[in-house]
């Protein structure tokens, strides 16, 4: 079994495992992520991996909120959108994984101004509005593809 198989059957035995599911244990999983499931090609699996991991930081994001654990939750959101940003940046995956990419960080950006602006203090509306500031000027270098359908020529 190859690390990419093992990675995703920990994290699949979790998601399915409710009787005995713990954050740690998903934070562990996560923290493991294995770097090449963003690499290509993105087959099925790495489709699957990377599936699992945005849903998995986001999970971490919403119950750290809730401990009110504030930077910790907030760190899952970055970590999920730095992964991202990295596979949406690569010359050598396929337009429409790109495209995916940009998509889920168009609404990780979402998700993280939210965060930011429902926190008090002046340090995390800044961080908001920096962060607006990075995404616009990172889809700028992207060629607005994350708001273009793909045509199909047959």
């Known amino acids: 079994m190859d690390v990419i198989d093992s990675w995703l059957k920990n994290i699949q035995n979790w998601y399915e495992d409710a ?18 499931i963003f690499d290509p090609p993105i087959d099925l699996k790495r489709s699957d991996a990377i599936a ?33 940003q990295a596979l949406a940046s690569r010359s050598d ?12 960080l168009d609404m990780l950006i979402v998700a993280m101004m939210e965060f930011c602006q429902q926190q008090k203090g002046a340090a995390w509306q800044r961080e908001s509005q920096q962060l607006v500031e990075l995404h616009v000027t990172f889809m700028m270098g992207q060629n607005d593809l994350n708001l273009h359908t793909p045509v199909n020529h047959q």
């Open 19 to 36: 009787e005995h599911r713990n954050v740690e244990s998903l934070a562990a999983i996560v923290s493991q992520t294995p770097a090449m």
């Open 52 to 84: 699992y991991f945005v849903d998995g930081c986001t999970k971490l994001q919403r119950h750290y909120l809730f401990e009110g654990k504030t930077e910790e939750a907030f760190s899952y959101l970055q970590f999920c959108y730095a992964k991202l």
């Open 93 to 104: 995956i396929k337009p429409d994984i790109k495209r995916w990419s940009l998509k889920k």
